[in-house]
């Protein structure tokens, strides 16, 4: 049997070892660069979407306004617009949802409690005492605190020599129902009753169902009861934040828009009969409810429905017809719902209330900054009427 002989000359060398640590220092480095490329992709898409995603102006709480077509661009304008973006926010409060935060400036003033500064005014234990109640357009949403609607009427108590003292509790966006819950803490815990407690609305009615599809309810109704409904999956692990990022919504606005989107909802017809006979009938309960408060603390209601440039028949300038434009392209066939809701309003037969729909239906210059809201001669004029109504110098006709 032959017998193998091994060579000593031949030596075998060992198998090179793997670079196991090189290999994961490779690995380490190209990961976190494509980590960081991924993320700053995202970060990017999510600016761009930031900068093209505009939310829809249903979710707004009511149409805006434009300082800029009543003014002229002066120091004081540009002073005022800052202070009003600063304090354009709203917190929760409780039982009317939303005010104002505080806020102080130099041209608009907001307390703790969410109300707005009223100039000309002075309150004490004996002052005869209004509070007023309405949304932005009795806020006076685009003017400073000293040409405010409640303001200018307390510069006609000062004139007239008779002391007043004027509250504004209007918030932007607050409907009539909200107002009256608004009444009913304010006379809970406020020392100084009112004597007279004057509620300026019928632009929000109006909006809300129109926005809502529903009568009494407030601006952003939906919005509020899909976010409730959803409250307790918010607190669930998950990835639901994702639906919150500028990226889920602009990527979901292109998904709308596709061919082959199924899920697009149906646009509901407009309901111009129903539905702003409800809004009337509600407002009508309110103010039954109201004046039982009135006749146990001792005060007397007064009910307003402001202009609109959607009602009446004032000849609009091209600057008012350029609003109205705007905000008919935001909200269609809105002017349809103000024109129903207003239409009833004025059937409303009570020796309180007070149609202003038509208020400046005899007016030629430029007054309307904002469907609903004036300019401070538009406010001017308004705050004079008001102030004959609560001086029982205005009856009903």
Known sequence: MPQTVSDSTVQTSPAPATPYKSILRTFAVRFCVAVTLGVALLALVELYSYWR???PAQDAMEP????????TGSSALRE???EFAEANKVIYHQYVLWRRAPYQG???AIDQ???RRTLHTRCDDKTFTIWVFGDSVMWSAGAPDEASIPSLV???????GKPVCIVNYAEKGWSNTQEMVGLIEYLKHATRKPDIVLFYDGGTEAFAAYQNGHADVHSNYNQFRNFLDN???AHKAGFSYFRETNTYHFLEQIGIKAPLHHKEK???????????????ANYEQNMTLIGLLAKQYGFRPVYAWYPNLAVGHKELTPSEQQVLSAEYKKFPDLGLMYQAVYAKGREVKSPDFYYLGDALDDQKSSLYVGISHLNAEGDQIVADRLFDILEHRQTNP
């Open 113 to 115: 409690e969410g109300v």
């Open 231 to 233: 409250w307790g999956g």
């Open 266 to 280: 149906k646009k509901l017809a407009l309901d111009t009969e129903t539905l702003p006979a409800e809004v009337v």
């Open 154 to 160: 307390a510069q006609d108590y000062e004139k007239a």
């Open 53 to 55: 995603y505009r939310p």
């Open 80 to 82: 005022y617009k800052k």
């Open 64 to 71: 805006g306004v434009e300082m800029d077509s009543a003014h």
């Open 106 to 108: 130099e041209m608009l």
